[in-house]
C-alpha cells in the first residue's frame, strides 16, 4: 500500500514571506516518482515537478525549491518570497514505477490549502 | 496548440438518469486518466489508458462506472444509473508517457451534481 501525507491542512502567510509545504510518503518500492501539483481557484490541476526516487539532489525553479529526503521520506516543497498568485491548493503525489499485476499506483495527498495576504 | 478539452463543463442531472463525460486528450498523448475529486475522498485515480487500452481500473468504484477510449482522440466516461453520492469534479488528463509516473496535464474539470 502507498500513502501520501501532507499533515498542513491550511497554512496561511503574508506576502513576501516564505512557506514550506511538507509532505511525507510511504512506499515498499524502491523506483518511485515524487510529485508537486498546483490547484489555483480556477480549479484545473498544474504540474509543478516530478522526481524519481533515485535522484535526491534539491531543485530550484524561480521562487520554488523541493527538498528530497528519502531518509524521512519526504519531499517538501518551498516557496519563497510568496506572492498572492501563489495562493492554491498545493498536492503532493506518489507513483510507483512497477506496474503491478492490479491495483493502484498512483496516488495523491489530502492538499494544503495555501492562502498568501497582501 | 489546445490543452485538454472537457465537455460538459457542468452537469445537473437525477438520479437515476445515465450520465456521459467526455475528454479530448492532447495530440501526440498516449496516456489518458480519470480522476475524481470530492472533498471526503480528495483526488482518487479512476481508470487510465495506455495507447488506447486500459490499463488500470482499480479506481473504479463499482460497475455503474465504465469508461471507453474508442481512438487516441476520444475517452468517455459513463455512469449509468447516476447516485447523489457520485457529485464530484471529474477530471481528464493526459501524458506522453506509458502512465501516472509521468508529467500529466488536466483538462479544466467537469463538475457533476446529482440530485
Known amino acids: 500500500a502507498q500513502k501520501v501525507t501532507q499533515a498542513q491542512t491550511e497554512i496561511s502567510v503574508v506576502e513576501k514571506e516564505d512557506v514550506t509545504l511538507d509532505c511525507v510518503y510511504e512506499?515498499?518500492?524502491?523506483?518511485?516518482?515524487l510529485f508537486w501539483y498546483k490547484q489555483p481557484p480556477s480549479g484545473e490541476l498544474v504540474f509543478l515537478i516530478r522526481?524519481?526516487?533515485?535522484?535526491?539532489q534539491n531543485e530550484i525553479s524561480g521562487r520554488y525549491s523541493w527538498n528530497f529526503q528519502k531518509s524521512t521520506s519526504s519531499f517538501n516543497f518551498t516557496i519563497t518570497a510568496s506572492q498572492v498568485v501563489d495562493s492554491a491548493v498545493y498536492f503532493c503525489?506518489?507513483?510507483?514505477?512497477?506496474?503491478?499485476?492490479?491495483?493502484?499506483?498512483?496516488?495523491f495527498g489530502p492538499g494544503t490549502r495555501l492562502s498568501v495576504l497582501p | 496548440d489546445a490543452g485538454v478539452i472537457q465537455s460538459p463543463r457542468h452537469e445537473v442531472t437525477e438520479m437515476g438518469q445515465e450520465v456521459t463525460l467526455r475528454c479530448k486528450p492532447i495530440?501526440?498523448?498516449?496516456?489518458l486518466f480519470w480522476y475524481r475529486q470530492t472533498m471526503m475522498r480528495g483526488l482518487e485515480l479512476l481508470i487510465y489508458?495506455?495507447?488506447?487500452?486500459?490499463?488500470?481500473d482499480s479506481g473504479m468504484p463499482e460497475d455503474r462506472f465504465s469508461a471507453k477510449m474508442p481512438n487516441a482522440s476520444f475517452s468517455t466516461l459513463k455512469i449509468q444509473p447516476s447516485e447523489p453520492r457520485d457529485s464530484a469534479v471529474y477530471f481528464c488528463?493526459?501524458?506522453f508517457g506509458g502512465g501516472p509516473w509521468d508529467e500529466q496535464y488536466f483538462g479544466p474539470g467537469t463538475r457533476l451534481t446529482v440530485t
Open positions: 522526481r524519481n526516487s533515485f535522484d535526491e
Open positions: 503525489a506518489l507513483s510507483e514505477n512497477l506496474v503491478n499485476n492490479y491495483g493502484q499506483n498512483f496516488v
Open positions: 488528463a493526459s501524458s
Open positions: 512506499t515498499r518500492d524502491t523506483t518511485y516518482y
Open positions: 495530440s501526440g498523448h498516449n496516456s
Open positions: 489508458f495506455n495507447n488506447n487500452v486500459p490499463i488500470d
